[in-house]
C-alpha cells in the first residue's frame, strides 16, 4: 500500500460525513421530547378537528332536512288543522307525510328521528306512527324520564337544542345517545318538535384515537349554558372536566394544573354548532411515551453506528485500493524523474485537475458567452411582468435592483424620414453601444440594457443619491445626444423617459409608457420625451403595442375579467386622467376596432362566432357619433366574442368532465389507479390533469376517486361480500388501507355501516 495518506483521508472524510449527523442527532436528542409532545397534542387536536367537521357536516345536513320537513304542506296541515279525531280519519295525509320524512333518511349517526305534534297528540316518524298515547313508551324513553315528563319538557321552543347523552330508548333498543330538537315553527307558532336521537358511540369512535382511547378523554361542551353533552372517559374509566376559567383564554393547546397532575388540554371550537371539543391527556402519559421514542432512537442510533462503521471501513478499503492503482499508473505515465514527485500526492491530483479544467478554453468561452444571453433573457422578462424572476436570480448575473429607485429609458435608431437607405445590422449595435455609454456619463447608477428590437432598446438604470430625472439639465443633456447623432452620423434618435419605479412590480408598466412614447409620439417633433410631459398632452392617446396585446389575449381566452380590466386602463388614462382631444378618441376608437379583429382573428375558427350580430354591432358603431358610445360599443363587441368562446370553453369542460367521469367509473377497481396512470391515459402532464381536474370537479383527483370507492364499498357491503372480495373489487391493496378509508369518509367502520343497514332492513 504505497500511497497511505489516501485510505486515511478516505477514511476521515467518510467517517466525518456520517458522523456529523449522528453527533448532531445525539446532542440534540433532548429536542425529541418537545417535537414528541408537539407530534401527540397535534395528532389530538388533528383528530378532533376531523371529528367537528364531520358532525358539522352532519347538523347541516339535519338543518336542511328541519327546514324541508317544517315547510311540507302536509306536516304543517297535521301541525295546524288537525284534531284528535281528524288523525283517525285522515290517514291519508300522516301517511304522505311519513313517505316525505321517509325520503331524507340520515344514515350517519341518527337511525330514525321523529317529529311530536302537540295539537293531534301524536308522534310520526319515517317508519312508524303512534296515535294513541299507549303506544308511545314502547317507542321512545329518554334516560329516566317518563313519557308525561318528555312532553312536559318538548312543550318549550328549541332551536338547535342538544340534550346530553343517556341511555335512550327507541323502538325497543336501549343506547347512549344525545338528542337534538329543533322547533317545528309554522305561521301560528311553534306546533311541535322534531327530534334526532344521535348515536353516541358514533361520535366516541370519531373522537377516539390512539393517544385518548388509552390514559387521556374527552368531552363535548355546550359554551351556551356550560353543560357536558358528550363523554368519552379514559381506558380505567377517569374523568375530570376542565374548569371554565382555563377555557376563556381561548387556547388551542396548552398545558395546565388539574387537581394536582399535570395535563395537556386540547380543544377545537365550532363556530357553526357553539360547541366545543375538549381532550385531556395527562403529562406522565407524554412523558411515558417520550421515553419509549427515545430509547428507539438511541437503540436505532447505536445500529446505524456499527453498522456505517463497518461500511466506511470496507468502502474505503475499496475505493482506495482503486485510487491507489490509478495513483501508480498517473505516476509512472511521462514522468522521468519519479523522484521529483514529493509530498501529498492527492493535493498534486487536485492542482492537476485544476489545471486541466483552467487550460480547457472552449468550456470557459462557452460559459462566458452564454451569461450575457441568460442575463438578457432575465431583463426581458422583467420587462413584461417578470413572472418567475426574483432577486435572487437577478444577482445571480450582475443585476443589482433591491431597494433601488430605477428609470427605464428606451431609445430607438433610425435613417432621418428623407433618407433611402436603411441601417446595417452591425451599424445599429455601435450606435447602440455608444448611446450607452452616454447615458453613462450622465447618471452615476448601474446600467442594464435589453434589445427589445432590432432599431430599439431599453436601459434599466439606477439612480443614487437624490437625482430626479425630470428636470431641465438632464433633459437638455438628452437633447445633445440626439443632435450629436444626427449631425455627426445622420441618424435619427428618439428617447423616451418612464416615471420613477421604485419596485420590481412597476418595472413592466414603465416599459409600457416607453413603448407608449415610442410608438405615438413621434408626431410631437421631440426626439425626448419623457412621460410626465406626455401624460399631460391631449394630443397622444394611450394605447400600447403591449396591452393591446394582453386585450387580445384575453379575448381568446374568454377571460372576461381581465379584458375589463384593460378596457378599463384604457377608459380611465385616456378619458378620466387626460381627457384627450376628440381626434385623439377617434384614433383609439379605431385601434381598439382593430383589435377586435385581431381577436377574432385570433380565434382560428375555434368559435363559431354569428357574422350577422358582428356586422349588426359595426353597422351600429359606424352610425354613432358620439365617441364615448362608440367606445361603449366596442367593449360590448368585446364582451360578445368572451361570452361566446366562454360558451364554447364550458361545452368542452362538460364533455371532458363526463370523458373523466366514465373513465373513473370504468377503472376505479384498479389497484394501480392513480393521477400518474389517468394523466398518461388521457395525455396530459400529471401537474397539469391535477389542476384541470380541480378546475372541472371541485375538488382533487385522490379525494374524489376514494368517494367513488367509498360509496362501491357500501353498495357490496349491502350485498353481502366479505371485506377481502369487496377490497379487491374496489381497488385497494389491503382489508386495513380500505377499513382506514372508509372510517375517515364515513364516520364509521364498514362492519358497523354493515350492522346499521341489516337493523334497518329488518
Not at 345536513?61 to 304542506?73: C, Q
Not at 478499503?317 to 499508473?329: A, E, N, S, T
Not at 445633445?480 to 435619427?492: A, C, L, P, S
Not at 413592466?508 to 410608438?519: F, G, I, N, P
Amino acid at each position: 500500500m504505497k500511497y497511505r495518506k489516501v485510505y486515511i483521508r478516505l477514511i476521515i472524510t467518510y467517517l466525518a460525513i456520517f458522523l456529523l449527523p449522528l453527533i448532531i442527532n445525539i446532542v440534540m436528542l433532548e429536542n425529541l421530547a418537545v417535537s414528541t409532545r408537539e407530534n401527540i397534542c397535534a395528532s389530538v387536536h388533528s383528530n378532533m378537528a376531523h371529528t367537528m367537521d364531520t358532525l358539522d357536516n352532519n347538523f347541516r345536513e339535519i338543518n336542511t332536512i328541519t327546514a324541508r320537513i317544517s315547510g311540507n304542506s302536509n306536516i304543517r296541515y297535521i301541525a295546524t288543522q288537525m284534531d284528535e279525531e281528524g288523525k283517525k280519519i285522515e290517514i291519508s295525509k300522516i301517511t304522505y307525510a311519513q313517505e316525505y320524512m321517509a325520503a331524507m333518511q340520515i344514515q350517519t349517526f341518527v337511525e330514525e328521528y321523529y317529529v311530536l305534534f302537540r295539537k293531534p297528540d301524536m308522534v310520526i316518524s319515517p317508519n312508524r306512527v303512534y296515535l294513541y298515547q299507549d303506544s308511545w313508551n314502547a317507542f321512545f324513553q329518554y334516560g329516566d324520564m317518563s313519557w308525561e315528563e318528555w312532553k312536559a319538557l318538548m312543550t318549550g321552543h328549541y332551536t338547535g337544542h342538544l340534550f346530553p347523552e343517556k341511555k335512550t330508548k327507541q323502538n325497543g333498543n336501549v343506547e347512549d345517545r344525545i338528542l337534538f330538537v329543533q322547533s317545528l315553527v309554522t305561521d301560528s307558532g311553534v306546533k311541535g318538535n322534531l327530534i334526532f336521537p344521535i348515536r353516541s358511540e358514533g361520535i366516541k369512535n370519531l373522537m377516539r384515537d390512539a393517544y385518548i382511547s388509552q390514559d387521556g378523554w374527552a368531552y363535548l361542551l355546550d359554551e351556551t349554558n356550560e353543560e357536558i353533552i358528550l363523554t368519552v372517559p379514559a381506558a380505567d374509566g377517569s374523568f375530570e372536566k376542565v374548569p371554565s376559567s382555563v377555557l376563556e383564554n381561548g387556547q388551542e393547546i396548552q398545558e395546565i394544573e388539574l387537581n394536582g397532575k399535570t395535563v395537556e388540554v386540547i380543544r377545537v371550537d365550532s363556530d357553526h354548532l357553539g360547541m366545543t371539543y375538549i381532550s385531556v391527556l395527562p403529562k406522565e402519559y407524554i412523558t411515558l411515551q417520550i421515553n419509549r421514542d427515545q430509547q428507539k432512537l438511541i437503540l436505532l442510533m447505536t445500529a446505524v453506528l456499527f453498522v456505517g462503521i463497518g461500511s466506511i471501513l470496507l468502502v474505503s478499503w475499496k475505493r482506495g485500493r482503486r485510487i491507489d492503482g490509478i495513483l501508480q499508473m498517473l505516476f509512472s505515465m511521462g514522468v522521468e524523474d519519479k523522484e521529483s514527485l514529493k509530498g501529498d500526492e492527492m493535493e498534486y491530483i487536485s492542482n492537476s485537475l485544476k489545471q486541466l479544467i483552467d487550460n480547457n478554453t472552449d468550456l470557459q468561452e462557452s460559459i462566458i458567452r452564454q451569461k450575457p444571453v441568460t442575463r438578457s433573457l432575465l431583463l426581458e422578462r422583467l420587462l413584461h411582468g417578470g413572472e418567475g424572476v426574483s432577486l435572487q436570480s437577478l444577482e445571480d448575473y450582475g443585476i443589482n435592483l433591491k431597494g433601488k429607485r430605477m428609470l427605464v429609458i428606451a431609445f430607438l435608431v433610425g435613417r432621418g424620414d428623407s433618407a433611402d437607405v436603411e441601417l446595417y445590422a452591425k451599424e445599429t449595435v455601435v450606435y447602440k453601444q455608444v448611446l450607452q455609454q452616454s447615458l453613462d456619463s450622465l447618471l452615476a447608477g448601474d446600467k442594464y440594457m435589453c434589445d427589445t428590437d432590432m432599431d430599439s432598446s431599453v436601459v434599466i438604470c439606477t439612480m443614487e443619491g437624490g437625482f430626479q430625472p425630470a428636470n431641465a439639465g438632464f433633459q437638455k443633456k438628452l437633447e445633445k445626444i440626439t443632435e450629436t447623432f444626427w449631425e455627426e452620423f445622420g441618424v435619427k434618435v428618439r428617447i423616451a423617459v418612464s416615471t420613477i419605479c421604485r419596485e420590481l412590480t412597476e418595472i413592466s408598466k414603465a416599459y409600457d409608457q416607453v413603448c407608449e412614447m415610442l410608438t405615438f409620439g413621434d408626431s410631437s417633433g421631440k426626439t425626448v420625451v419623457f412621460y410626465e410631459d406626455y401624460q399631460d398632452s391631449k394630443e397622444f392617446y394611450y394605447f400600447p403595442v403591449t396591452l393591446e396585446e394582453r386585450l387580445v389575449n384575453a379575448v381568446r381566452t374568454g377571460n372576461a375579467e381581465s379584458m375589463h380590466v384593460q378596457l378599463s386602463e384604457v377608459y380611465q388614462v385616456n378619458v378620466l386622467s387626460r381627457n384627450i382631444s376628440p381626434s385623439m378618441m377617434h384614433f383609439l376608437v379605431n385601434d381598439l376596432q382593430c383589435a377586435v379583429f385581431k381577436a377574432l382573428h385570433s380565434l382560428n375558427d375555434r368559435v363559431e362566432i354569428e357574422e350577422e350580430e358582428i356586422y349588426r354591432q359595426l353597422e351600429r358603431l359606424n352610425r354613432e357619433n358620439d365617441i364615448l358610445l362608440r367606445f361603449n360599443h366596442i367593449n360590448s363587441m368585446f364582451k360578445y366574442i368572451c361570452d361566446m368562446v366562454k360558451a364554447v370553453n364550458k361545452e368542452s369542460s362538460s364533455r371532458q368532465m363526463e370523458e373523466i367521469e366514465q373513465y373513473i367509473c370504468d377503472h376505479y377497481m384498479d389497484s394501480d389507479m392513480g393521477l400518474t396512470k389517468i394523466s398518461d391515459d388521457f395525455g396530459y402532464a400529471s401537474t397539469y390533469f391535477s389542476k384541470l381536474f380541480k378546475e372541472l370537479f371541485g375538488e382533487n383527483f385522490a379525494t374524489y376517486l376514494e368517494k367513488m370507492r367509498i360509496e362501491k364499498v357500501c353498495e357490496l357491503l349491502k350485498k353481502g361480500y366479505t371485506m377481502e372480495k369487496i377490497a379487491e373489487q374496489t381497488g385497494y391493496n389491503s382489508v386495513y388501507v380500505m377499513r382506514t378509508a372508509f372510517k375517515r369518509i364515513k364516520g364509521m367502520t364498514p362492519n358497523e355501516f354493515r350492522k346499521l343497514n341489516e337493523e334497518e332492513t329488518e
